[in-house]
C-alpha cells in the first residue's frame, strides 16, 4: 500500500502517529513575561491528534522579540509555563517541537529592553512596519551585529534548548525562515557583511551552520528540526539566487543527520514567491526526512508523500480553525473556516473554541 497521511513514521527520534503536522503558528495570546497559560496548554492539546506539534515561533531571548503578547523560553517561569502546554499535549498522546526564535530586525525599540535599537547582519531597515503595543509603528534601522556578539547568540540557542527541554520537549526546530535574523543572514538582500559571516553563500550559511552545531550539541541531533522559506518574499526579503544558496543549505545540513529539514514552499500572508525555486531539487540533496508546508490540503500531501516528495506535510491556517483536522481529513469531513480577526492576540474566541467534529 502507498503510504499516505494516515502513515506512522518517525522523525529522528521523535515517532508520529500520523504525517500530519501542525504548522508553527504566532497566536499573541502568552501571558505577562511571555509565560504560556492555561489557556495556552488548551488549545494546544486540543491538537494532539497531529503527528507532531511545531509550537509558534519562541524567542529564545529578549532580543529576540518582535511582536506583542509572545511566549518566551529563556526563564523559569517561562518554563514552567511551557511544562503544563508538553504535559496536556503528551496526556492526550501527542508529540509536540518547540520552535527556536530570533526576529532580527522584525522589531521595534518599544519591544526590546532598554528600548534598544534591534540587530541584523546589515544596517539595512525593513520596508514595512511593526506591530507594537501602542500599533502600527515604522520600522526602525537595526544594529549591525559584530561578529564578537554572535558567540552570545550561539549561547542564547543553547541556553534556550536546555530550557526547551527542561520543560519536556520531545525536541526544537531552529527558525531560520520567514526574514528572522538566521534568514536575514542567508539571504543577501539582507547580508551585506564583508567579514567571514557575509558575502560568499559559504559565508552566509555559517552563522546558520554554528547555531545548528551547538543546538544539536545540546539537544542530539535526532531531536532538532530546521525550518527555511527559500522564496519567501515576507518582510522585505530576497535573495539574487536562492537555488544555489538552499541547496548549499541542504547539503551542509546533512552533515548533522537532523531529525528534518521544513520548507516554506513558497511565500507566506499572500506575498507569492519572488523567484523561481525547484524544492524538488533541493529536497533531493537532503538525505534526512523533509516536511513540506504552504497551501498543501489533504490531496496535495498525499500526493507528496506517495511521490516521495516529502514524509510529512505541515498545515498552518487549517489547524487553527480545526483542532481534529486529523479526524475530518480521515473522515472526509468539512473544514471549519479559519476567521483571520483573530488570528493575532485577544482570548479563547478564535483560538480555543472552534468545533469539533462530534459536538
Ligand atoms: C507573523 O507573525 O506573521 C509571523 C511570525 C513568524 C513567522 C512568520 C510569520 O515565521
Not at 218 to 230: C, L
Not at 231 to 258: C, H, I, R, T
Not at 307 to 315: D, E, F, K, L, P
Amino acid at each position: 500500500m502507498a503510504l499516505d497521511l494516515f502513515s506512522p513514521t518517525t522523525l529522528g527520534a521523535i515517532s508520529l502517529k500520523n504525517r500530519i503536522v501542525m504548522a508553527p503558528l504566532t497566536r499573541n495570546r502568552a501571558g505577562e513575561g511571555g509565560v504560556p497559560q492555561d489557556l495556552n496548554a488548551t488549545y494546544y492539546s486540543q491538537r494532539a491528534s497531529a503527528g507532531l506539534i511545531v509550537t509558534e515561533a519562541t524567542p529564545i531571548s529578549p532580543m529576540g522579540h518582535g511582536y506583542p503578547a509572545l511566549p518566551g523560553i529563556y526563564t523559569d517561569a517561562q518554563v514552567a509555563g511551557w511544562r503544563k502546554v508538553t504535559d496536556a499535549v503528551h496526556a492526550k498522546g501527542g508529540k509536540i517541537v518547540l520552535q527556536l526564535w530570533h526576529v532580527g530586525r522584525i522589531s521595534h525599540p518599544s519591544l526590546l529592553p532598554n528600548n534598544a535599537q534591534p540587530v541584523a547582519p546589515s544596517a539595512i531597515k525593513p520596508a514595512g512596519q511593526a506591530f507594537t503595543y501602542q500599533g502600527l509603528v515604522d520600522y526602525v534601522e537595526p544594529r549591525a551585529l559584530d561578529a564578537s556578539e554572535l558567540p552570545g547568540i550561539v549561547a542564547d540557542f543553547v541556553h534556550a534548548t536546555q530550557c526547551a527541554l527542561t520543560a519536556g520537549f520531545d525536541g526544537v526546530e531552529i527558525h531560520a525562515a520567514n526574514g528572522y535574523l538566521l534568514d536575514q543572514f542567508l539571504r543577501d538582500g539582507t547580508n551585506k557583511r564583508t567579514d567571514n559571516y557575509g558575502g560568499s553563500i559559504e559565508n552566509r550559511a555559517r552563522f546558520l551552520l554554528e547555531v545548528t552545531k551547538a543546538v544539536v550539541d545540546t539537544a542530539g541531533s535526532d531531536k532538532v528540526g530546521i525550518r527555511i522559506s527559500p522564496v519567501n518574499p515576507f518582510n522585505d526579503m530576497q535573495d539574487g539566487n536562492p537555488q544555489a544558496l538552499f541547496n548549499y543549505v541542504a547539503n551542509a545540513l546533512n552533515q548533522f543527520n537532523l531529525a528534518y529539514l521544513h520548507a516554506v514552499e513558497g511565500g507566506i500572508h499572500g506575498g507569492g514567491d519572488s523567484e523561481p525555486f525547484n524544492f524538488d531539487e533541493m529536497r533531493k540533496l537532503f538525505k534526512g526526512s523533509y516536511m513540506a508546508n504552504l497551501a498543501y490540503d489533504k490531496a496535495r500531501g498525499n500526493e507528496a508523500i506517495a511521490s516521495g516528495h516529502a514524509n510529512v506535510i505541515a498545515y498552518g491556517v487549517p489547524y487553527i480553525g480545526n483542532p481534529d483536522l486529523v479526524e475530518r481529513y480521515k473522515t472526509n469531513a468539512v473544514l471549519n473556516q479559519a476567521d483571520d480577526a483573530t488570528f493575532y492576540g485577544g482570548s479563547e474566541k478564535g483560538y480555543t473554541d472552534y468545533p469539533f467534529l462530534n459536538q
